[in-house]
């Protein structure tokens, strides 16, 4: 049978008595156990992944071995060790095909050799100083053989931190290649997964001969085990494994070496493909390479496993890698035999960075006309375009996944399209001189001129749930400002999208530059597009709060614009008028209770209260439906209040407020900076004083005096259309309109200066003049 099969003598009680996979007692009150499923076709979409049930995790060379090669890097597998005893407890069925023995065993036989080499100088010299010892080179073989003990030892103390039993099974090609011993093998692995203990397999080095070239990978039954990536490609096709994560130390699978110039990160690999990848060396320890590994997972994706292959080593995802991959997120290069109909998002991206380009390029009346199209489709179309949203309203009410609010979102109308047609046309006449503006001219000396113009940011991406009309707008503005666009839609108006995504491109295609705007539509995660910081330049989330601040966590390294909550207040002021009182209040909560702008928190100065004006307020908010939540102020002066709000710091997005009192109008200004979200605040009064002192002290990105909050919007601002409100300090605040997409750059000319003619010795003198700009001035 094989070299060697041993099992830890600590097998809990329960394995001996049932049938019944153990559970960890530590972090896991109650483990959550996966049906397995048919075997034969691997996983098309990481999202699959999360389906796994048996799972062979490959620790390679590189990733077990400390960088002097000599040792185990004992923090990165514990990390590793806890990840697999994770998804153990989980009730999935995990397995390890692990290197390291020979490292561990030539760190122990070089301190036996210099020990044993010291003893004997001491001895021979009688004296206590010894000569230089230098130690042989160890033969792979025996370091083999004298690591396993230990490196098993290892694996065995570290799963038994989590209640898990391992088990250690060397083999060699014999196991696989004798059709009895190959019984053999299959059978005492289910028996170790079927009493949850996790197999700990490795080539058993000590005895195994060297590989034969060209011997493996001639079919689904043959492949030579040579290494350990061949060992568990073998080991997971004939386990009929769902999945095999193989560790390395590179990220994944690059279409040139790593390190060399424009090499890129293949997210999915599919068949066929090999004859687009240039490999480079293997990697510093071990005797497999990316080569060997990329035969090793195609050889297994044709049995029905599906592969990832990822980096181990990364400080900085070590942690998580494991659990990452099998959660679905974009995690190395992924090897599936499906491969998609469109392009990827990367291929998108760059698609419409090219064609932004282009887009950009374009005279201000050739983009206005794009955008002039796409308002008359809008209009024409408007039958197919509602007839699509019904759909998904229909989908989105028969599934009940979404609150009234997020409904209310999802609905379009003839008016909102008409609106949305309006608004596009005045973006139109507007945008005219925006991209290539200049802002700025300096005479920086003779004959040496600079300019400050106007220029896109780049590839846009615009992240939105619920809000259908959000498409439009968003790619009339990044028309008009001359920026790439990728949008991200919920599939709850996925049909909605398609057909104004499908009249976007068509009014692009006017003038030749179709692909500059990209609807995503494969299965990627929201936070697999924020990783993206090479390709996209900015993110604008339109959505819930929740949204906005996921992505604001995950988006790392790109520029988020936009704001997590739109808790806006409306403040009364003791001499506010009744008239403007009760009209403000009504349209900032009722006008449309669902959105960003819409009043959550009504502050009521303390003179008011039990005086007509408050009580013709509340009347005014019950004949609207409106149900009122107490500040702990204003419960504290009724008998019987409303229910008291749970924090005032709610944003509700429906036909629901909170009502809290303030002594004065300093006092609505503190409450605003501690509870509010900077997003819009109103005050309402007749005392110009006491409004200016309002306006100026808070600290919002719209503060407005007599009017609704609603008024917050960029087509209400006169922008023609808005990518959303920003309550950043930075770059853009308030409704982001045509402006809030655009940079600059600096333009130099001159005719030979050096900075060297402007040193003490030389010819030349600074005289930075500003010249004037013409208004309206395109460079």
Known sequence: MFARLALCSRLPSRIRQSNVCPVSIRGFSQAKFLLPRSHGKSFAHRSELKQAKRIVVKLGSAVVTRGDECGLALGRL????????????????MLIVTSGAVAFGKQRLRHEILLSQSVRQALHSGQNQLKDISVP??????????GQSGLMALYEAMFTQYSICTAQILVTNLDFHDEQKRRNLNSTLHELLRMNIVPIINTNDAVVPPPVPNSDLQGVNVISIKDNDSLAARLAVEMKADLLIALSDVQGLYDSPPGTDDAKLIDIFYPGDQQ???????????IGGMEAKVKAALWALQGGTSVVIANGTDPKVTGHVITDIVEGKK????FSEVKPAGPTVEQQTEMARHAGRALASLLPEQRGE????????????????LSANRKDMELATATGRLSQPLITRLSLSTAKLNSLAIGLRQLAVSSGNSVGRVLRRTRVANNLE????TVPIGVLLVIFESRPDCLPQVSALAIASGNALLLKGGKEASNTNKILHQLTQEALSIHGVADAIQLVSTREEVEDLCKLDKMIDLIIPRGSSELVRDIQRAAKGIPVLGHSEGVCHVYVDSEASMDKAIDVVKDSKCDYPAACNAMETLLIHRDLLRTPLFDQIID?????????????????????????????RTEYGDLECCIEVVDSMQDAVDHIHKYGSSHTDVIVTENEETAEQFLQQVDSACVFWNSSSRFADGYRFGLGAEVGISTARIHARGPVGLEGLLTTKWVLRGEGHTVADFSEQGSMKYLHESIPVPQGHIN
């Open 78 to 93: 514990a990390s590793i060790v806890e990840q697999v005893a994770m998804l153990q407890n989980q009730g999935r069925e």
């Open 137 to 146: 080179v160890l033969e792979a073989r025996a370091c083999a053989a004298a």
């Open 276 to 286: 687009s990848i240039t490999y480079g060396t293997k990697s510093r320890v071990g």
């Open 331 to 334: 995690v190395g290069t992924f």
């Open 370 to 385: 794009i955008i002039c199209c796409l308002a008359e489709l809008l209009t024409e179309k408007k039958d197919e375009i």
């Open 450 to 453: 600079l300019e400050q113009i």
């Open 620 to 648: 005014m908010l019950r004949t609207e439906e409106v149900k009122i939540h107490a500040g702990p102020r204003f419960a504290s002066y009724l008998t019987f209040s409303p229910s008291e709000v749970k924090s005032l």
